[in-house]
């Protein structure tokens, strides 16, 4: 089953309009599997009239359906885990910097069904709970889809996700059985604010943040994209904030007004100091 070219050229717009995301023809067999029960679902005839429905605009909730359903979620606890160590060693020296006003705060950019801002909560409980105790600390984790962020809340995974990335001793210290699979602790769950937003859109008036994880996101989008999105980022990072982003991302032809900094067989991101 192949999407007729107009079609198919005007779904690749508008996902990369409204949300950054890029697809080109090789990605026929993804639209067709991801699109197809939403075809069925609201009984349209045909894949090719939900895209005309979608080209009339009249059905904002389809928009949204369609488009998060072309997100791709794939995610998992510690993912790479080198990042999160990593990520102790700079919180020790933020944490040393922030002495003073006693505030931190951590944002998880496309933070997809939430094992990454929880595995950062992970990372508090485990290492810094004296500042967990006196400071104001938000993990604030934000993601385009509702859906994703849905199950983000809910905070309840499957024994296939547990085992992707959590230690059995963590597995035990932060999650409780639930019916078959495995709901994540309240003083885990406490830590983190999840949000809507579009990265891609208008935000909404964040804090500036001592770190940001905005990992494997930029890979879906274009040079432009991702070199006008790491420009916002650098505004609402602190001066001396780190950025993380995946294994597979790199500033390199997106942005030189960054430091690479390598650390523990992994590297973050300190903006350079402005001239
Ligand atoms: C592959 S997941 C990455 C999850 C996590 N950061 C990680 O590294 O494991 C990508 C996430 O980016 C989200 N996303 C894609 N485009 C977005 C946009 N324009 N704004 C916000 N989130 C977006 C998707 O919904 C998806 O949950």
């Not at 008036?205 to 790491?230: H, Q």
Request: contains cysteine.
């Amino acid at each position: 089953m192949k999407v007729a070219d107009p079609q198919f050229d005007y779904l690749c717009g508008l996902l990369r309009r409204r949300t950054g995301v890029c697809i080109d023809q090789s990605k026929q067999y993804l639209v067709v599997a991801r699109l197809m029960p939403i075809v069925r679902q609201r009984k349209i005839p045909s894949l090719e009239t939900l895209i005309d429905r979608l080209r009339q605009g009249l059905d904002p909730s389809l928009e949204k359906d369609v488009l998060c359903a072309m997100m791709t979620h794939e995610t998992s606890f510690f993912r790479d885990r080198a990042p999160f160590e990593s990520l102790r060693a700079v919180l020790t020296d933020i944490v040393q910097r922030r002495a003073k006003e006693r505030q931190l705060t951590i944002w998880s950019a496309a933070c997809a069904s939430g094992q990454e801002p929880f595995s950062i909560a992970m990372v508090l409980l485990e290492h810094f709970r004296d500042v967990l105790a006196t400071w104001r600390v938000r993990i604030i984790a934000t993601d385009f889809s509702e859906q994703i962020l849905a199950r983000a809340r809910e905070g309840v995974y499957s024994e296939l996700e547990t085992d992707r990335g959590l230690s059995p001793a963590l597995l035990q210290k932060y999650f409780r059985p639930l019916q078959g699979r495995f709901s994540i602790v309240q003083e885990c769950r406490q830590l983190v604010e999840f949000r809507f937003m579009n990265l891609n859109g208008t935000w909404p008036l964040m804090p500036l943040a001592d770190v940001v994880f905005l990992r494997n996101v930029m890979l879906y989008f274009d040079v432009a994209t991702r070199s006008a999105l790491v420009a916002r980022v650098r505004r609402v990072l602190r001066p001396d904030g780190v950025l993380f982003l995946g294994s597979a991302e790199t500033m390199i032809g997106i942005d030189d007004g960054w430091n690479r900094v390598s650390q523990g067989g992994c590297s973050y991101y300190k903006p350079k100091p402005r001239r």
